[in-house]
């Protein structure tokens, strides 16, 4: 079945970096997700990869995917408190309808 | 803001009540999703409705009614809910539900309790 796997927590000291890690089933899938929720708030796309790329870097995001293992992850360098959130990988639901989404990691930047 | 508003932003009903969620997308885009969000559980799937025709429930119990007037306006109808069904209800939208390129905009979320 569809399912998408991350650890639940990360704790950062401000300016370390960040890697949250996340493992998928569906390898059919053209555009796999990271997406973040504030506190409060729905979620918001935070970047995307193209499933023939191996790495997309936006300016301090790097997702790495290695389709082989189907494993993703996301990178935050320079890591701030404002990064503190919940970040979600997400990739499509096998009917093609929707995405499907993993627990969550929450990201915790201590000062 | 990203374009979809949710009404209300928190509910507290009995299980005995009526109550309706509301969701509207200012973006033009022709997919509307509701998904669930508890503790330490995926965000779960409910349904998907495409230019007003649903096109997918994902076994979800019929005490949540979904109703999609046209493709601005998303509603979920709640009766004899379960203190279970206490969550965070998040609307999202896209411009397609089948394109390959699927970035979903979602709302704030209904936070929902049941007591």
């Known amino acids: 079945g569809e399912d998408v796997e991350q650890s639940l927590f990360l704790s950062v000291r401000e300016g370390d970096s960040s890697v949250i890690n996340c493992t998928y089933t569906?390898?059919?899938?053209?555009?796999l997700y990271w997406y973040k929720q504030e506190p409060g708030a729905g979620l918001q796309l935070l970047t995307y990869?193209?499933?023939?790329?191996d790495m997309k870097q936006d300016q301090r995001l790097t997702v790495l995917l290695n389709k082989k293992d189907k494993h993703l992850s996301l990178r935050i360098a320079d890591t701030q408190t404002g990064d503190s959130a919940i970040y979600f990988c997400a990739d499509r639901n096998q009917a093609g309808t929707a995405l499907i989404f993993g627990k969550g990691t929450t990201l915790s930047v201590s000062s | 803001e990203t374009g979809v508003t949710q009404t209300p932003r928190h509910l507290v009903m009995g299980m005995t009540n009526k109550k309706s969620l509301k969701c509207e997308q200012h973006l033009g885009h022709n997919a509307m999703y509701w998904y669930k969000q508890s503790a330490k559980k995926p965000l779960e799937l409910m349904f998907v409705?495409?230019?007003?025709?649903?096109?997918e429930n994902n076994s979800v119990p019929s005490r949540f009614s979904p109703e999609c007037p046209n493709s601005s306006h998303l509603f979920l109808h709640l009766h004899t809910l379960q203190p279970e069904d206490s969550a965070l209800y998040l609307c999202?939208?896209?411009?397609?539900?089948?394109?390959?390129?699927?970035?979903?905009?979602f709302g704030p979320g209904t936070r929902l309790t049941v007591l």
């Open positions: 569906d390898s059919s899938s053209t555009y």
């Open positions: 409705y495409s230019l007003e025709e649903r096109v």
């Open positions: 990869i193209f499933s023939n790329m």
């Open positions: 999202a939208s896209s411009p397609e539900a089948t394109s390959s390129y699927n970035e979903q905009f």
